[in-house]
């Protein structure tokens, strides 16, 4: 079966950092993606990773190793905007098919 | 430049009846995916399409169906609506088959009674 594993809930502190975990069991890996969701909103695309490592895209990171099925998400001087749902996704290879997982739903307190 | 847009944004519906929605790209995009989340829950993927024709398909019945226009907008359509149809639909839409983004509409939220 395809499972995406993130946690429900996380909190922090404004000017904190935060990681996010993700874990995966699919087939055919094509891409691991992460998209920030803000209640009542459409998913906006924060990171993409198919090569294992870290990627830094200003107060975002994410990291992938495929060999484990782990991605991380990493939130640099959390602000209150920052509180949102963070969608953890992989591509399928075969299908071009995107799983998503049920979100994280980070609040971010003063 | 516009975004994915989305029509409706909102509707309302009884089981049993159909609903067709609407999605246009990206200018330039030829890529449009379809996605049902329900609220809670990540976005579970319905259909791709590229260039006219279904590239991917996900675990949903066959009242489940769509299709694209020459220019690369997309409809998609459900038959005999379910409560259980109640969500918010997405559609994202991407450069190419495989481009690493995919840039999300507003959605519409269906609500079936």
């Known amino acids: 079966g395809q499972n995406i594993d993130q946690p429900t809930e996380m909190t922090a502190t404004e000017g904190a950092i935060v990681q996010i975990n993700c874990t995966y069991q699919t087939s055919g890996f094509n891409g691991l993606f992460w998209y920030q969701q803000h209640a009542g909103e459409a998913p906006t695309f924060l990171s993409y990773n198919v090569l294992d490592g870290l990627e830094e895209k200003g107060r975002f990171s994410s990291f992938l190793s495929r060999s484990k099925g782990y991605s991380y998400l990493l939130l640099k001087e959390l602000q209150m905007k920052d509180s949102a749902s963070y969608l953890c996704?992989?591509?399928?290879?075969?299908?071009?098919?995107?799983?998503f997982g049920a979100g994280t739903r980070l609040t971010v307190k003063p | 430049d516009a975004g994915v847009t989305q029509s409706p944004t909102h509707l309302i519906k009884t089981r049993g009846q159909h609903v067709t929605l609407r999605c246009s790209p990206i200018s330039g995009h030829k890529s449009v995916s379809w996605y049902q989340q329900v609220l809670g829950q990540g976005p579970q993927f319905i259909f791709q399409y590229y260039e006219k024709e279904e590239r991917g398909r996900g675990n949903f019945p066959d009242r489940f169906s769509a299709r694209q226009f020459p220019n690369y907008s997309s409809e998609l359509n459900v038959n005999a609506l379910l409560l259980g149809d109640s969500a918010l639909y997405l559609c994202a839409s991407t450069l190419g088959l495989a481009a690493e983004t995919q840039y999300f509409g507003p959605g519409t939220r269906l609500l079936v009674l």
């Open positions: 996704a992989v591509r399928l290879y075969n299908n071009n098919d995107m799983r």
